[in-house]
């Protein structure tokens, strides 16, 4: 009504509601979500739902489009002394917090959101960020799930590495000083390593067209069939971007860099992913279906913040 400028409008508006809210076709639709509110412990619009009515419309049905830039979003976190900084220890730091967060996850330490008002928040969209992947597919995308994965997986200049992190009792296996002595490793063996196999880059095709290539190559061949199984399932992907030069970069240029890079590494399927530059700026792309964007970004510029500015 604020809008409505005269009763002749009014008329017309209230006209149009009442034909649209007596409609068959609106009435049949409002009748199926009362059948799956009736048949689901989850209220229908909710991702955690075994309908998963939103998810499916709102994002894996557009298998004709890419994930960057449509569906995955990105953010950082800003260090003091940036000059200072060193990219595998940025890399070891940020992948310890993470875990450090998954162990306290799994041990149910992470306290409940609450609304302004007290009431709790729905935690379920946080038993989704790690170890899960959302695989292509020509009609409707769905997610994979690994909740016991022991490992991440690391691209650098292109190929990757798989390092087990945690221990049957999930536990973490090392200390920053040797995670990162890992990660100068594989930067030195990337030195020795064809760079010319960006299959990373096939997760930012759409995707309908990466599904076909994802499927030969289960089908076809053994060796890449294998390193499917290991990235998809892993807890999550750290990329080493240690190309180019070791300049800071403003805002545009790291936006460009954790948002849609193409030089390098990247694997858009995963939850989220870990990137660092080669100055040792840290950000992360999150793949947006599995839940709020808010979720993850908002971990990784407080939580896991404060435990890498505590170094």
Known sequence: RPFIHNSEDDKRIKKLATELASNPSILARQ???????????????????KNDIWIRAAYHSWVDLPLPCNSNVCGWMFLEKEWELEPTFSAAATVMAYLTYKIDLDNGDVPINRARDGKPEDMFQ???????????????????????????????????????????????????????????????????????????????????????VREQWIKNDPEKKEALHWIESAIT?????????KEFEDFTSLTRRFL???????????????????????????????????????????IVYQYVANF
């Not at 009792?169 to 890992?182: P, V």
């Not at 992907?237 to 030069?245: A, I, K, P, R």
Request: net charge neutral.
């Open 237 to 245: 992907v750290l990329n080493l971007d240690v190309l180019g030069n």
């Open 260 to 302: 849609h890079y193409n030089n390098e590494n990247r694997w858009f399927d995963k939850s989220f992913q870990i990137i660092v530059n080669p100055a040792g700026q840290v950000g992360v792309n999150v793949e947006h279906s599995w839940a709020e964007a808010s979720v993850l970004l908002q971990i990784h510029s407080t």
């Open 126 to 212: 946080y038993s989704r960020i790690f170890g899960m992947t959302r695989v292509p597919s020509t009609t409707c995308d769905y997610f994979v799930q690994d909740r016991n994965s022991k490992h991440i997986v690391v691209f650098c200049c292109n190929t990757p590495y798989k390092i087990n992190v945690l221990s049957e009792n999930n536990n973490i296996l090392m200390d920053i000083g040797s995670l990162r002595n890992i990660f100068q490793y594989i930067i030195l063996d990337t030195k020795h390593q064809s760079h010319n196999a960006k299959f990373g880059a096939l997760t930012g095709m759409e995707r309908s067209k990466w599904a076909k």
């Open 31 to 49: 009748e199926f979500l009362r059948m799956l509110a009736a048949d689901t412990d989850t209220n229908w619009l909710s991702s955690g739902g």
